[in-house]
């Protein structure tokens, strides 16, 4: 291949970094989007595997670039100052790709640094996600992850071994769980599902969760997840009208956490009304391949959900949060094209019934004090998370000492903090109080803080911060709670 078919470079640098010590690049050199070949018999990973057509009528892409004799030139932090392409080793043995790690990168001083990589034959650059540098570790460091991905085996892509090798070595993740509709598989297949999960889960390098999807049409999807190794499978009974009940009860028996998502469509949506589970229905997911469910198009939304119906009146997530339900913030896939963090069903062409254009997916940051499954289970728990349209802008949040997720009681005035930082200028910044953007700023700045005050009146309040980059991707901080009572935050 050569340089002029390259169309571009995936870099991605851990979201906090102490200072003096090393750190590893993670890069793609990414090509025009192809179409992956269905063979039987492909030994495991390959890009040509017996499950890349699905019956939604897609087919496997893949758009990373082969190797090519060239080296790539890196300004940003101290560490190498040329990437050898042909170093960059793929993913699998026999992999031509042009995917790799590399290491031996320092940042010598405390803030927020980016590294740039360019191709000097075709002047194509890329830019990292921000690198949080700082002289001790802090208490909570930034990792990003996707919980909700679907295989072959229901409605998708690739087998589970598939989805799990992408999501670390060519999503990037350092998060990463199934949720396949679990009325779809077996039990013998859930035990399968259950067992690559927990074979993929590496503490310190890659988390993994235990999950499935739970798809109640009438009432509203719920992605199910489990703290441990293990969980049982649970299924919808439609016909049951204790269903929402019964797959409550397991929650609480397992002590799962629930994430209703896509809840704004019209077919597909979560019916607020209908029932709510305080203790484990903790987080929604307020964007994903379907769209963002947080405010309606005529509000402002700029990515609503158009497929399926388009959007319901009153199944919103500001609306769950106007009835009082303390819902945190979490992007997903909810991926059907086996690529969970770099997601390529824009590219798709099939019927439009069988899988019509879609959004960006969503991916979630999250706040955890170590890459353990366990560490990451908390602070969801905790609501220590955000939401994007898969871009990697850490977002922080507080009002009055309390950090996103949590509730505080005070009647002295609301000192609200919100920091953000992007590679791509952040364009506005949205402070949403009870449902409705109360106040705005337009920064176009890389790297924004902003500190404001609100008279405390002792009202039940809440609030939280939306970022819109100048690429026009969003992001969005779990709210903050004011005062009204405690639902048992932490474990």
Known sequence: MSETQVTGFMVVAP???????EFTLKIKALREPYEAEARCFAKYPRLHGPFNLSPRGIQYMDNAA???????????????????VGDLAGTFPGDERAIGEVEGFIARRSGVHFITVTDPATGITATSNPIIATDEPPEYQLYWGDIHAQTYFSDGLRCPEELYHFARHEGFLDIFGMADHSEMISDRQWEYFVAVTNDWNEPGEFATIVGQEWTNRDVGHRNIHYRDDWGPIVRCDASDPDDLENMYEIARKHDALLIPHHTANAVMGVKWERGHEPEHERLVEIHSVWG????????????????????QAGQHVVDALRMGYRLGFVGGGDIHDGRPGDELHNVQNPPPDTYPQLRRQGIMGVWATELTREAIFDALWDRRCFATTNVRVPILFEISGAFMGQSVETDEPREISIWAASESPI??????????????????????????????SGDEDYYYARITREDGWVGWSSPVWINGESDGDGR
């Open 66 to 84: 082969p190797r090519w004799e060239a080296s790539l030139t890196v300004e940003g932090v101290d560490g190498p100052a040329e990437i050898p």
């Open 15 to 21: 979201s906090n970094v102490t200072t003096g010590e």
């Open 427 to 456: 364009a506005r910044v949205d402070i949403v109080k009870n449902g409705v953007d109360w106040q705005s700023v337009e920064p176009n700045e890389t790297i924004h803080g902003w500190e404001l005050e609100d008279e405390g």
């Open 292 to 311: 963002t469910s947080e405010r309606s198009e005529e509000d402002g939304n700029p990515l609503p959900i158009t497929t399926h119906g388009g959007e």
